[in-house]
């Protein structure tokens, strides 16, 4: 299982990485508390494993917004995937494609959003959107992603502003030359010069954006229970779980102590997914319990792609997909669509 | 007391064991969290002393299933014993009848079952079953057990799988060369590729396992209130509680938290055994005060062997009784048959 | 942002001050668990941020006790500023009023009171009080603070004797040669020995310096829901929570434990202050969540008079303020004056 | 200062001692857990100072029992004084008596009762009783006690047999050659084998000792309410809260854990004495804050004396009534007798 040793991924991608992109992808903001202490907080619950249930295999596939997928772990979007490797966003794609993975694209993406979803045809995947540049030019990509076939539009709302990022303030990190900003606006409309900004969506944007583009809308970046009905109120899909992976507010609550509130708040017919820190199957069947409908992950698809390519990337969703479906048998638990809260209790 | 110093006794052991039989006897699964936890969990309590009872010594005999044993403190089944000491199971059957202590043999014995029923006749057994093999000759082995003298049959039912035990990985653990698998399907019958496996059992094996063998059946791996009155009222004659030493389910919790919810859940009248991390008299008085009727050792076990043979596990279990003794004297209790709840509270 | 690392601050400071110097600014009393646990208290908090507000940016400027100031950041009196810097406690008044922050002046300063007041004509200032020396020179310091246009008298009360500064003791700090104690009594009226000593005041002090002076008093030094009231129902204009930089009672509860119990206490019409290890516009953030009306700071102003005279203050405000509005805007928080509670939940 | 850095004064012991005298009197049983938490327990509370109370100074007198001290710091029994300095007893007795403060003699003295006795004239001294030996030495032991006119018996109960100490048996811990164990029973009568032994005591034998000596008896060891109110029933005079240093049953609760529960159970009227751990000042004011009467010192006299012999013993009871004073008008508190629960709160 090579591609299972997260841990041992990242050591070799800090290697094989230039220190500021490297330093890009593992950073967090301020202090990196809420980094740190993601991981740690799907840690802080213990399995509660049911025996003599007869369960020899589960049953891991289940439906993102109608799109089957053969797991419940997709993949966060991120930015700058030529970076990593050469193929950026396509090696993804494609890697998303043969593990039957959900792919979410990311508006900073170095491909165009056109071509990632050209490289996986059938494949589901959903875009990102940031208010990256001009009004015009956001309402644009909304548009686009309707058209190209995207299945869900993912409003990115924990960017009022940019976090404050000490390891790229350090090394004054900008876009590498020669990486193409494949979303960016066309020539002589020019980004806005504080770029990544969404302060100004407020929750009429959902309904908004969701007609642009003809799509679901999925809120990413709720991590109060308030907020998260005033998303459905709005009408959004579903809602998303995440800290950001740690790169916007500091020190925020983790992804694990908000999903409970969350999910408890919308009730059972909403859908909420969840990401940050899941790294390992064991953590990915705690988020489950704790009531997520799938998990994202971020950081370990980056690893992957750097170490392995199209390859690392299936490489990494098989091995959490793997352990995933252990961890399910081990619980006694027959299928991932119904994981009993009571399979998790905190640890002491 | 020379076997009491249990941290040197594991020492010595991984001097003298190859590196990979070492790991296989020390290792846990995954991150090893729960073998880790499994100690500190017991002194995650304190001891609160009765003082001017009046009690000079305290009476450690009691029974287990019917039979009398000279202290609560028996030997929990592990495999691949002759890896340990030439001997192997037979030299630890010899020790356990020394001191009075009751063994449990395991499925994954280097000796036959009847060989170490033999090597201690009087002195009261317990055979372990596991699903190796084929479905028939598993019920063989519960069959051979009643015939040759056990007193219970122990299901482990914690393993549907095998446990993703990375220090078993590493070295490619398999069983050593030359080591007799004595309870192996006989020839031309070959055992299943996947190994062990309990994944198929349902709780109607207690009862289906009760009477191949006409043994009393003890349900080891129950970790859950509701499991183990499922399995009580599936007619177990007692549920142990245990991690499996930490190496099966990872991160799950602890034996030390699971007890007090096992026991309320079955009651007093149905007997609740106990094992996991259990390093000295007073893990054990804990373990007993928590409602435990008894504890079972694992690796401590396994490091007498390795160090001493019959006389070292005979040293590891005296030195434990004696501890025990001592700290009952201690806490003013007389009986161990009845040790009060509130003899420990949580540590702060 | 050269003055926002304050570690870094501190670190060169270390190196430019001589050790004794460097001692009394850092240390504090006994076993100093009260100073290092000040930071932590802070964060033991974790921020809950909003969505989707359309707050772009934060509006940060309040009222204390009625002088408008840019931002809810004040600095806090401390004594012998000549050491950290030659232009003293006169930098520290010019920074604060380039910047919009409230200098609280010490009556240990080494310009008088009189040339603090002089170095920012109306910039806001408050004057804290100590029964330094004599009674009688004491109330004449009152009443020339009044005199001299401080907007608010600060009586500290947390200081009936010196607490034990181990440092202090070892280095045997005593005043350094040739710095001006300009608030000391006139020539021929001797200091009492035993220096610092509020001992003697009690509640009735308030409403007699208020007097005296003709200025709203804030008591600070307050710990407690029942002292806070106390001073309240004795003519208090506000209180303000603080261990003295935990160089008085060790180990005393921290700031941020204390903070809540105050509000709770004193409700929505009296005015808290707080102080004690905020360090990051979070830590703000945090305290103001919990009911503080406005945040103030000791060491940082210290280290930024020592590294970069006025300069370093005015940077180390404005640093502070900045990380302030970040975290608001994070929080999806338009304004200053109401912070609500549920901003901030314990962290796990 | 010179004898108040306690850490200091025992590290100088370390160096002054053969190892096995300081390990005797420096370690714990077991795996010395109950020792280690003494201290730490205590300071997992902070204390909440009261300001504006017009206290210049805190009044420490009190009784112990009747007789006057100077400060509720009184000196716990331990053996063997004269491996500490060569006048052994006598000269902690001379200390006591100049210090205003109460003096435990141990039945494991190297100087008689009545040498001890007859050292300090007019200061009150309490004996302490083991079963050292023979029923009727011990019985003896009492009746001289009283003779001898100490003020009160202190009969130790958490040595029912000697706690498993691992540095003495490491050491194989003997009395050492030449030093005289005065309270020995006469030439003829041997000691038993297994020495100290209070095994067989029961609740009746407070009110036996009791008429035996002509003294009210405390009654040191208790650690539960439920013991503490069996020891009043059966005629104790006052309780003694003790983990014995951490010496016997391990892990046990700490001191500061039991004493609440003890003083509710026992109410106003049943004096409550608290030893174990006890460092500073705050450590002394929180044992009063939780219901102590007065606090008790092992090790820190054990350290003065081997540093500074009488000069020693005084020189640490100065220094710790000091602190005791210190922060006693720190917290505004006029009198040792009535210090309020609230002073103190648990640490977060
Ligand atoms: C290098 C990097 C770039 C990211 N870029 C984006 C992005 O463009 N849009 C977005 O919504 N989230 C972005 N995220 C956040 C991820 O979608 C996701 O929330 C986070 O990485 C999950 O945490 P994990 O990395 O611990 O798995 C990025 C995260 C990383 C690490
Ligand atoms: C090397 C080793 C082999 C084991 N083999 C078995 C086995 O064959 N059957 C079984 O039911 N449990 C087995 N166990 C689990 C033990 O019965 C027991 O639950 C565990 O070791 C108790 O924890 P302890 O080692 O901390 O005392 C094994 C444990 C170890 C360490
Ligand atoms: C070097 C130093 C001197 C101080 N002098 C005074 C003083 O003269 N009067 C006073 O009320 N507080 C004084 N304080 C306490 C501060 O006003 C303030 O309460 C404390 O420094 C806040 O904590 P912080 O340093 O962690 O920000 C002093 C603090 C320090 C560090
Ligand atoms: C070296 C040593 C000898 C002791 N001997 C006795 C004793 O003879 N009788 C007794 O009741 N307690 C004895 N004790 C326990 C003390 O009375 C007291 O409970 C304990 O030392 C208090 O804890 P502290 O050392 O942390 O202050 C002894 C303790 C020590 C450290």
Same mark, same amino acid.
């Given at each position: 299982?090579?591609?299972?040793?997260?841990?041992?991924?990242?050591?070799?991608?800090?290697?094989?990485?230039?220190?500021?992109?490297?330093?890009?992808?593992?950073?967090?903001?301020?202090?990196?508390?809420?980094?740190?202490?993601?991981?740690?907080?799907?840690?802080?619950?213990?399995?509660?494993?049911?025996?003599?249930?007869?369960?020899?295999?589960?049953?891991?596939?289940?439906?993102?917004?109608?799109?089957?997928?053969?797991?419940?772990?997709?993949?966060?979007?991120?930015?700058?995937?030529?970076?990593?490797?050469?193929?950026?966003?396509?090696?993804?794609?494609?890697?998303?494609?043969?593990?039957?993975?959900?792919?979410?694209?990311?508006?900073?993406?170095?491909?165009?959003?056109?071509?990632?979803?050209?490289?996986?045809?059938?494949?589901?995947?959903?875009?990102?959107?940031?208010?990256?540049?001009?009004?015009?030019?956001?309402? @644009?990509?909304?548009? /686009?992603? =309707?058209?190209?076939?995207?299945? !869900? *539009?993912? $409003?990115?709302? &924990?960017?009022?502003? +940019? #976090?404050?990022?000490?390891?790229?303030?350090?090394?004054?990190?900008?876009?590498?030359?020669?990486?193409?900003?494949?979303?960016?606006?066309?020539?002589?409309?020019?980004?806005?010069?504080?770029?990544?900004?969404?302060?100004?969506?407020?929750?009429?944007?959902?309904?908004?954006?969701?007609?642009?583009?003809?799509?679901?809308?999925?809120?990413?970046?709720?991590?109060?229970?308030?907020?998260?009905?005033?998303?459905?109120?709005?009408?959004?899909?579903?809602?998303?779980?995440?800290?950001?992976?740690?790169?916007?507010?500091?020190?925020?609550?983790?992804?694990?102590?908000?999903?409970?509130?969350?999910?408890?708040?919308?009730?059972?017919?909403?859908?909420?997914?969840? @990401?940050?820190?899941? /790294?390992? =199957?064991?953590?990915?069947?705690? !988020? *489950?319990? $704790?009531?997520? &409908?799938?998990?994202? +992950? #971020?950081?370990?698809?980056?690893?992957?792609?750097?170490?392995?390519?199209?390859?690392?990337?299936?490489?990494?969703?098989?091995?959490?997909?793997?352990?995933?479906?252990?961890?399910?048998?081990?619980?006694?638990?027959?299928?991932?669509?119904?994981?009993?809260?009571?399979?998790?209790?905190?640890?002491?």
């Amino acid at each position: 299982m090579p591609y299972l040793d997260l841990a041992l991924l990242e050591a070799r991608s800090r290697e094989l990485l230039p220190e500021p992109v490297y330093d890009y992808y593992a950073g967090g903001a301020e202090t990196e508390t809420t980094m740190r202490e993601a991981t740690e907080a799907w840690r802080a619950w213990r399995l509660r494993p049911r025996v003599l249930r007869g369960i020899t295999t589960a049953q891991l596939g289940t439906e993102l917004l109608g799109a089957p997928v053969r797991a419940p772990i997709g993949i966060a979007p991120w930015a700058y995937q030529a970076m990593a490797h050469p193929d950026g966003e396509l090696a993804t794609a494609r890697a998303a494609a043969a593990t039957g993975a959900l792919m979410t694209v990311s508006t900073s993406a170095n491909n165009s959003l056109e071509e990632v979803a050209a490289a996986a045809p059938g494949s589901p995947q959903w875009f990102q959107l940031y208010r990256l540049h001009s009004e015009r030019h956001t309402d @644009d990509l909304a548009r /686009r992603a =309707g058209d190209a076939g995207y299945r !869900a *539009l993912v $409003l990115t709302v &924990d960017v009022p502003v +940019l #976090g404050r990022r000490r390891r790229d303030m350090e090394h004054d990190f900008v876009h590498r030359a020669g990486v193409r900003m494949a979303n960016r606006p066309p020539e002589g409309e020019e980004p806005t010069l504080d770029g990544l900004a969404t302060a100004t969506w407020t929750f009429d944007e959902i309904a908004r954006f969701g007609e642009l583009s003809g799509l679901p809308v999925v809120v990413k970046g709720v991590l109060r229970g308030d907020d998260a009905v005033s998303c459905v109120q709005a009408g959004a899909a579903a809602v998303w779980v995440t800290t950001h992976g740690g790169r916007q507010a500091d020190p925020a609550v983790s992804s694990a102590y908000a999903l409970p509130e969350v999910v408890d708040a919308v009730g059972d017919d909403v859908k909420v997914y969840v @990401d940050g820190g899941i /790294r390992s =199957g064991s953590d990915a069947l705690t !988020a *489950l319990a $704790l009531g997520a &409908d799938a998990v994202f +992950l #971020g950081r370990p698809i980056a690893w992957g792609l750097t170490t392995g390519g199209e390859r690392g990337v299936a490489g990494v969703l098989d091995g959490l997909t793997e352990e995933l479906a252990h961890a399910m048998v081990m619980c006694g638990l027959p299928d991932v669509r119904s994981v009993p809260r009571d399979t998790v209790t905190p640890a002491r």
